[in-house]
Nanobody
Framework: QVQLVESGGGLVQPGGSLRLSCAAS????????MGWYRQAPGKQRELVAT???????NYADSVKGRFTISRDNAKNTVYLQMNSLKPEDTAVYYC??????????????WGQGTQVTVSS
C-alpha cells in the first residue's frame, strides 16, 4: 500500500506564508500527478493545485500568483508554498497522488489532511 503524510500546517496571520509538504511512501513504482486540495467548514473539497510528473502545473484561480506547487520526484514529495495568505484560505489541506504501485495497479491516494488557519 501507499501512505501520504502531510506536514507544515498551522496558524498564520493574514499576509503571511506557510509551506506544506507531503511525502509518499510504500509500494510505489511511479507517481503521476500530485496535488493539493482543501476543504473549508461547510464547503466541498476543492482543487488548489496539481503538478504532473513532468512538471506542468495547474492552479485554482483563487490562488494563482500566491501559491506555488513543486515536487521532488527522487523523494516522492510534493510541496505547496503559500504566500500572501488570506482568511479565506483557512481550510484542511489534503495531499493527493496518482500512484502506480509495484503490482502495476494505478489509483489515487489521499493524505490525512493538515489544518491551515489564517487569522489575526
Amino acid at each position: 500500500q501507499v501512505q501520504l503524510v502531510e506536514s507544515g500546517g498551522g496558524l498564520v496571520q493574514p499576509g503571511g506564508s506557510l509551506r506544506l509538504s507531503c511525502a509518499a511512501s510504500g509500494s510505489i513504482f511511479s507517481i503521476r500527478t500530485m496535488g493539493w486540495y482543501r476543504q473549508a467548514p461547510g464547503k466541498q473539497r476543492e482543487l488548489v493545485a496539481t503538478i504532473a510528473n513532468g512538471g506542468s502545473t495547474n492552479y485554482a484561480d483563487s490562488v494563482k500568483g500566491r501559491f506555488t506547487i513543486s515536487r521532488d520526484n527522487a523523494k516522492n514529495t510534493v510541496y505547496l508554498q503559500m504566500n500572501s495568505l488570506k482568511p479565506e484560505d483557512t481550510a484542511v489541506y489534503y495531499c493527493n497522488a496518482d500512484v502506480r504501485t509495484r503490482d502495476w495497479t494505478i489509483r489515487g491516494y489521499w493524505g490525512q489532511g493538515t489544518q491551515v488557519t489564517v487569522s489575526s
